[in-house]
Structure formats: structure tokens, C-alpha cells
């Protein structure tokens, strides 16, 4: 006679077994750590890092293929891939050494977690969630800086900067200004509502725009702030939206203009770094940076088609120095982001940076709040990436990388669920 009790357990395993295989447990916890970065990537670049790599690890097992060929056959998914496929290639034509075609790589990787965002956030409701941490982890490194500017008697006051907790004032402000248009836009839509916290909201906001203006500025962001300004306008009110922005943007640096000793030092300091320059000096960081851009257009014309290849960048410098070369004047990073492409993967992949720039900015062509958050992160890089190579560098390129994948997954998964809506009707 069989013992049934005996093998009850045995059986209950097997019956577990199923579900042991069916990863969709794994989901809440990917979904989570995607906050977790959100929350740190102000902060910390290795915890930022650390949790990229656990957030894969649970991710990779959750998504179907299905979902997954969607977004990679999709444009805003497909491009990033795509770029990254060239940079792979130009490694086969760059006459450098192994360890500089890697080196040269390794700025294109995070360009592929860009669909596997969309996939993960278009499925999902928790894409708010990663907006809202992110925002207030923002916050807490705002107050932490004005805390820095305002409290006296501090012995430690910031990391080589007044006011700059952590990394750098460039990424500070850039922060700053991200959240600070999308609060912006948040009590644009409470204020068409009749609600009262859109003044709470904008207030923030403002809080904000102060600590660019009187902390710590980033000339680069001065240009992100009024390129945002103008979209915002047009965004809510059209062309006249627009024009309306600019004069108020005017008004207000015209204001901040007269009460801000350190907004006025360094904007001059940036015009007399033009006026200075002599066509060969390399001494300042405008003459840095059109030192590089002129002979980065030289390079390029030699290579216009397909570039010098992935990681060429540096020995192209080298390769232009003289004895009478200043050393500043060689570089690895021309900070420029179309130049960067431009000189290793030449018109061709220039076209497809572009193109991905495009396709993410179609992707938040819709008047919701969401939509413009998207549009906000994306204006921010191309219009930063003018000045710096920001989708190569760690926080910036991740922030893009984050931003567009959460952003635009969640706007998918809205116009998903307003077609079902639609077609129950």
C-alpha cells in the first residue's frame, strides 16, 4: 500500500515547480529598482551603477519577446540600436588599438536599454512612480544646496563649488532645470483646473530657477532654460504662446540680471572668453572649446561619409599636435555631440543621431503632462549636447537613457489603454 502522505510533498514541489519558472514575480521588483535609479542618479554615480545592474538582472526574464520586437522595430526603440550598431562597425575601419576601440564603444552601450525601458514601462502603471522619486531626490539635493549658500558658520560648504553638494554644478543645474519646467508644466494644468497648489507648484519651481541664477549657473543651461522657455509657450498657447515666453524669459533675466553678482560674473566672463579668443588659445573653456570644434570640422572633412571609426577621436588629436601644441589642445572629447559622431561614424551616423533625437521628440508630441515631461529631458540633452558630449558621459546619457524609456513607456502605455477604451466603445 502507497503512502500518499509520504509523497505529498513531493507532489506539492512539482505543482510549485510552474510557478517558480514563471518570472513575473520579478516584475514589481524591476519596476522598483528603476526608482531606485531614478532616486539616485542625482547622488551617487557607483550605487547609480550598482543598480543598473540588478535592475537588468530582474528585467531580462520578465519581458516577452513579442513586446520586445515591438519597441526594437519601433523607431523611438530601433534607433538607439541602430546608432550603437554603427559605433560597433567603426570599430572595423579605426586605426587605433584594441583598447581605445572599446574605450570608444563604451559611450554608445547605454543606448540599448532604451527599448528595454519602453517595453518595461509600457506594460506597467508604475512609470509615475520613477518620475516622483526622481523629482524628490531632486528636491532633497536642492535644499541641501541652498543649505550650503545660506547657512553660516559651515566648515565644509560644497564639493570644489559653493552650493554643490555632489558631481558637479554642470549636472546640478541641469537637474534643476528639469524639474524646474516640469513643475511648470504641472501647475499649468492645475491652473486650467482652478486649483490653488499651482501656485505651491510654482513656487517650487522658482526655488528651483533661483538656486541656477544665484547658487551656481551653468551658462550651458542659461541657453537649456530659454529654449525651454519658448517651447513652453508654445506648448500651451501656440506661436503667440511662444512669443509671450520669450518676453516674459527677457523680463525675468533682465531682473536676475541686476540682483545676481554671480549670474552677471559669469555670463561676462563668458563673453570676454569670446572676445579674448584669438584663434589659437586654448587657456579658457570657450577657447577650449572652439579650439576643438575647428579642428574637429578639419577631421571631419577627411572622413565625411563613414568617419574615422569608433575611438579614433583621441589619435586624431594626437595626431594634429606639434611641438608648439598646447596640451589642452588634445583631447578625447571634442564636447560636442554631433561632432563626436560625426568623427567616428562620419554623415552616416550623424543622420541616425538625428534621427533618434527626432523620433524620441515625436514620441511627446501630445499636449499631456507626461508627454511634455518627455519633451522637457529630450530638448534639455540635444540643446545641452551643443556644448558637451552628454549622451556618452555616465549621469547625463543615463538620465536621457531613463528619462525617454520611463517617459515614453508610460506614455505608450496611456495611448494603449485610451485605444481599448476606445474599442470597447
Known amino acids: 500500500m502507497i503512502d500518499k502522505d509520504r509523497h505529498a510533498p513531493k507532489a506539492d514541489a512539482i505543482k510549485r515547480f510552474p510557478a517558480l519558472l ?8 524591476s519596476d522598483g529598482l528603476v526608482v531606485a535609479v531614478a532616486v539616485s542618479l542625482p547622488w551617487s554615480t557607483s550605487i547609480t551603477a550598482i543598480l543598473i545592474v540588478l535592475w537588468f538582472i ?28 554603427l559605433g560597433a562597425s567603426g570599430m572595423l ?30 506594460r506597467c502603471r508604475h512609470g509615475k512612480w520613477v518620475i516622483l522619486g526622481f523629482f524628490a531626490s531632486s528636491a532633497a539635493l536642492l535644499v541641501v544646496s541652498w543649505g550650503l549658500m545660506l547657512v553660516p558658520g559651515l566648515s565644509w560648504r560644497g564639493k570644489e563649488v559653493l552650493g554643490v553638494p555632489v558631481k558637479d554644478y554642470i549636472l546640478q543645474s541641469e537637474l534643476f532645470a528639469i524639474c524646474a519646467f516640469g513643475l511648470i508644466g504641472q501647475a499649468a494644468c492645475l491652473w486650467r483646473t482652478r486649483d490653488r497648489l499651482a501656485l505651491l507648484i510654482v513656487l517650487a519651481a522658482a526655488l528651483f530657477i533661483a538656486n541656477i541664477l544665484y547658487v551656481e ?29 520669450c518676453v516674459i524669459g527677457i523680463i525675468l533675466f533682465g531682473a536676475a540680471w541686476m540682483t545676481s553678482p554671480h549670474l552677471r560674473e559669469r555670463v561676462s566672463r563668458a563673453i570676454e572668453q569670446v572676445q579674448s579668443y584669438d584663434g589659437k588659445s586654448v587657456n579658457t573653456p570657450v577657447g577650449q572649446r572652439f579650439e576643438y570644434w575647428k579642428k574637429s570640422l578639419k577631421f571631419v572633412a577627411e572622413a565625411p561619409v563613414v568617419g574615422h ?37 562620419g554623415v552616416v551616423g550623424s543622420i541616425v543621431l538625428f534621427a533618434m533625437w527626432a523620433s524620441h521628440l515625436a514620441l511627446f508630441c501630445e499636449h499631456t503632462l507626461i508627454a511634455w515631461l518627455g519633451l522637457v529631458v529630450v530638448v534639455q540633452n540635444v ?15 543615463w538620465l536621457y537613457v531613463f528619462g525617454v524609456g520611463v517617459i515614453g513607456g508610460t506614455v505608450l502605455h ?9 474599442a470597447r466603445q
Not at 383 to 397: E, M, N, P
Open 309 to 345: 571609426g569608433t575611438g579614433s577621436i583621441p589619435q586624431l588629436f594626437r595626431r594634429d599636435a606639434t611641438p608648439e601644441t598646447h596640451p589642452l589642445a588634445i583631447t578625447g572629447n571634442p564636447h560636442n555631440q554631433v561632432l563626436v559622431v560625426a568623427l567616428e561614424l
Open 217 to 245: 549657473t551653468a551658462r550651458t543651461t542659461l541657453i537649456v532654460m530659454a529654449v525651454l522657455m519658448c517651447l513652453f509657450g508654445l506648448w500651451q498657447f501656440g506661436w503667440k504662446g511662444a512669443f509671450g515666453a
Open 383 to 397: 540643446v545641452a549636447c551643443l556644448f558637451h558630449s552628454h549622451l556618452f558621459d555616465f549621469t547625463q546619457g
Open 22 to 29: 514563471d518570472h513575473r514575480w520579478l516584475e514589481p521588483i
Open 414 to 422: 496611456d495611448r494603449d489603454a485610451a485605444e481599448r477604451a476606445n
Open 93 to 122: 575601419w579605426a586605426d587605433v588599438s584594441l583598447r581605445e576601440h572599446i574605450a570608444g564603444l563604451n559611450g554608445f552601450h547605454k543606448l540599448l536599454f532604451v527599448p528595454l525601458l519602453l517595453a518595461q514601462f509600457r
Open 58 to 85: 530582474a528585467l531580462v526574464s520578465t519581458l516577452d519577446a513579442a513586446s520586445l520586437r515591438c519597441e526594437v522595430m519601433s523607431p523611438p526603440g530601433g534607433l538607439p540600436i541602430l546608432l550603437w550598431a
